[in-house]
Nanobody
Framework: QVQLAASGGGLVQPGGSLRLSCAAS????????MGWYRHAPGKQRELVAG???????NYADSVKGRFTIARDNAKNTVYLQMNSLKPEDTAVYYC????????????????WGQGTQVTVSS
C-alpha cells in the first residue's frame, strides 16, 4: 500500500513564503510524476505544479515565477517552494503521485495525500 504524507501548510502574510513537502512511502519501484493540486472554496481543484521522474516541470500560469517544484527521487519526495504568496493562493493543497509501480506488482496506481491548508492573509 502506497501512502503520501504532506506537510508544511500554514498561515502566512501576503508576500510571504511557505514550503510544502510530500513523501511517498510503501513498496515503491518507481513513480513517473508527482505534483501538487489545490482546491479553494467555490472553485474546482486545479493543478499547481508537476514534475516527472526526469525532472520536467509544468506550472499553472497563476504561479509561474513564484512557485518552484522539486523532487528527490531517492526519497520519493516532492517539494513545493511558494514565494510571493497572494491571498488567492489560499486553498487546501494536495500532493499526487501518478503512475506508481510497486515492487513485485504489475499494478500502476495513482495516489493522493491528505490535504494541507495554506492560508494567505494579513
Amino acid at each position: 500500500q502506497v501512502q503520501l504524507a504532506a506537510s508544511g501548510g500554514g498561515l502566512v502574510q501576503p508576500g510571504g513564503s511557505l514550503r510544502l513537502s510530500c513523501a511517498a512511502s510503501g513498496s515503491i519501484f518507481s513513480i513517473y510524476a508527482m505534483g501538487w493540486y489545490r482546491h479553494a472554496p467555490g472553485k474546482q481543484r486545479e493543478l499547481v505544479a508537476g514534475i516527472t521522474s526526469g525532472g520536467s516541470t509544468n506550472y499553472a500560469d497563476s504561479v509561474k515565477g513564484r512557485f518552484t517544484i522539486a523532487r528527490d527521487n531517492a526519497k520519493n519526495t516532492v517539494y513545493l517552494q511558494m514565494n510571493s504568496l497572494k491571498p488567492e493562493d489560499t486553498a487546501v493543497y494536495y500532493c499526487n503521485a501518478d503512475q506508481v509501480i510497486e515492487n513485485y506488482s504489475d499494478y500502476v496506481g495513482d495516489y493522493w495525500g491528505q490535504g494541507t491548508q495554506v492560508t494567505v492573509s494579513s
